[in-house]
């Protein structure tokens, strides 16, 4: 298979901003941005079905497409200083996000010797707003004079409702395709908790420790199937970092940290986009979040530096694997959760001073 395809791109950007001082000590911030992509497309697709080796049809695919993206935001902010040391800052943001995607598809079928057989024509779409409502405090001080402390709250509130369909023109009507339409609904709130210490544990050795927990709450439903992801579930996520002096020239760092990856919304929400008829994109609305543990060590001599780290992540998402769904024999290309991953990272490098002005 292969295609050629004619794209124009346009994309507009808008940032306004303001910040007022209500004290010497106060400020108040407001800042509002959008933006807007625009993506159209003329393609031409061609694919090739063999037979024990000998090209039994061919299909041509004359593909237009329509893809804007819009997106609103607002924040608003405020920070105030206690103590040159002691600070807290409040954060208020609002995003409204809406993707959507209207997809023509002429195909026109030949047999193998060039002769042509008939067309079809269908026609998908998909339309996606999402708002999002994200509030925030963080704040930072002292605990004694060789300890520092930083913690938050944060909570974030999303929905999305993604109407996706479609549809095939026989003679003069279209008709759907109830398989492949539906209106899903999804709602998440995400809260989050978190305190890291930081302390000179002695005259040469410095640590930094602390802690995260989220918990989190989604639910994913259609008018004809409730809950098709009901997921309530919380999780820690610890971190360790100690370094430590040897000489003027010489230390050694460790770190170990444990992250969550959480599948995007376009990788969950519902939708179709056929390469050709028998291949096709979709969304995976089962996908899990992806947890990952990580240990590295760094070992710094003067201008080199020497590191080693292992990462373990379970439930791993790998965009677009492919599968053959065996009632359709259709080939299916979506984000899926793999078992595991594990990854080994050796890095060296040395840094040199060639000039005054280049290193």
């Known amino acids: 298979m ?53 090209l039994d049809t061919a299909i041509t695919i004359n593909n237009e497409e329509e893809h804007p993206i819009n997106n609103y935001a607002a924040n608003l902010n405020l920070f105030h200083s206690f103590k040159p040391d002691q600070k807290l800052s409040l954060n208020l943001d609002y995003v409204y996000y809406k993707d959507a995607n209207l997809t023509d598809y002429n195909n026109n079928y030949y047999n193998g010797f060039g002769g042509f057989m008939y067309q079809t024509v269908t026609q998908s779409s998909k339309t996606t707003p999402i708002t999002f409502w994200v509030g925030s405090a963080d704040y930072t001080g002292k605990l004694g004079k060789k300890i520092d402390m930083e913690a938050g709250l944060k909570t974030t509130y999303s929905t999305f409702e993604t109407d996706v369909w479609l549809q095939e023109k026989l003679q003069s009507n279209w008709v759907r395709d109830a398989n492949l339409s539906a209106i899903y609904h999804l709602k998440e709130n995400i809260n989050a908790g978190y305190i890291t210490i930081s302390t000179q544990l002695a005259k040469k050795t410095s640590a930094k420790v602390g802690v995260r927990y989220e918990h989190t709450k989604s639910n994913l439903g259609s008018a004809l199937q409730k809950n098709i992801v009901d997921r309530k579930y919380g999780n820690w996520f610890p971190s360790l970092f100690i370094s430590q002096t040897l000489t003027e020239n010489q230390s050694l760092n460790f770190s170990f940290v444990r992250r ?38 760094d070992y710094l001599l003067k201008r080199f530096l020497f590191s080693i ?18 009632a359709t024999n259709k080939h299916i290309l979506a984000a899926e959760n793999q078992d595991n991953k594990k990854s080994v990272n050796l890095t060296l490098s040395l840094s040199n001073k060639i000039t005054p002005w280049w290193r």
């Open 2 to 54: 292969y295609r050629q395809r004619n794209t124009v791109r346009k994309v507009y950007n808008g940032r306004l901003g303001l910040d007022y001082e209500l004290s010497t000590k106060t400020t108040l911030g407001v800042l509002l941005s959008t933006f807007s992509n625009l993506f159209i497309m003329d393609a031409v697709n061609y694919s090739n079905i063999s037979i024990n080796g000998a």
């Open 260 to 297: 969550i990856t959480r599948p995007t919304f376009n990788n969950m929400a519902p939708f179709v986009y056929f390469v050709d008829p028998n291949t096709f994109f979709s969304g995976n609305p089962a996908l899990q979040p992806s947890i990952s543990n990580a240990v590295k060590g």
């Open 309 to 326: 780290g292992y990462t373990y992540e379970t439930d791993p998402i790998t965009n677009f694997a492919p599968r053959i769904d065996a």
